[in-house]
């Protein structure tokens, strides 16, 4: 899988849109970016993935660049219970890499500000 | 989505003893687990992937005589942790494969907190 860059931290104030960047620069045609946040002591939970269109689900935005080198987590109206570890994550969704353990990177803490 | 459960959330044990970690997919059934390990500050690392009626795959340092791993049915999974030593304190976590084999999606326990005194 490919590895992702992340800053190790953000602030963001409450009721603002919180952008969280992430470099996938190695990127391969079929892996997918996938998104998911860790609250303090408990297990990750899945917020959204995509492959290069740009998606959107109750939960957040994913906007992907056009040479897929790069995406962005965007919670629109972020409040003080998103304040997490988020990880970016790259990997592919045949059932060869699908089907494989995730490799977590140091993720995002974006600590939500009131 | 999706709901995975584990059991017990925490556990304190003495160093020696065994402890088992039930991991179990609620409304899906879950041919592949994984389990995670986390220490404080630090990201989750993969230990080993559970696959039902065979058996697991652990990850290069993981030693697979002390965390024995069952895979009995598609909607279980158990981690045991025998003779637990204070550096095995951690928090550990499962997840559940759901899906077809060309697109799934892992979800994710609420973890289990060992403390070994």
């Known amino acids: 899988d490919a590895k992702t860059t992340q800053p190790t931290s953000m602030d963001c104030a409450e009721g603002r849109a919180a952008n969280l960047p992430c470099n996938h620069s190695t990127i391969s045609g079929n892996e997918y970016v996938y998104w998911y946040r860790q609250i303090h002591s408990q297990g990750p939970q899945y917020i959204i993935h995509?492959?290069?269109n740009n998606e959107t689900n109750e939960m957040a935005s994913l906007i992907i660049t056009e040479d897929r080198k790069s995406s962005t987590l965007i919670l629109p109206h972020a409040t003080l219970r998103d304040t997490a570890v988020y990880y970016c994550i790259v990997r592919g969704a045949s059932s060869g890499g699908g089907a494989d353990g995730l490799t977590f990177g140091k993720g995002t803490h974006l600590i939500i500000q009131p | 989505g999706a709901v995975v459960s584990q059991h017990p959330s925490r556990v304190i044990c003495k160093s020696g003893t065994s402890v088992k970690i039930e991991c179990r997919s609620l409304d899906f059934q879950a041919t592949t687990m994984f389990w995670y390990r986390q220490f404080p500050k630090q990201s989750l690392m993969l230990m080993a992937t559970?696959?039902?009626?065979?058996?697991?795959?652990?990850e290069q340092g993981v030693e697979k005589d002390k965390f024995l791993i069952n895979h009995a049915s598609l909607t279980l999974s158990t981690l045991t942790v025998t003779s637990a030593h204070p550096e095995d304190s951690s928090f550990y976590i499962c997840?559940?494969?759901?899906?077809?084999?060309?697109?799934?999606?892992?979800?994710f326990g609420p973890g289990t907190r060992l403390t070994v005194l």
């Open positions: 995509g492959l290069k």
């Open positions: 997840s559940a494969l759901s899906g077809t084999p060309s697109y799934n999606e892992q979800f």
């Open positions: 559970s696959n039902e009626g065979s058996k697991a795959t652990y």
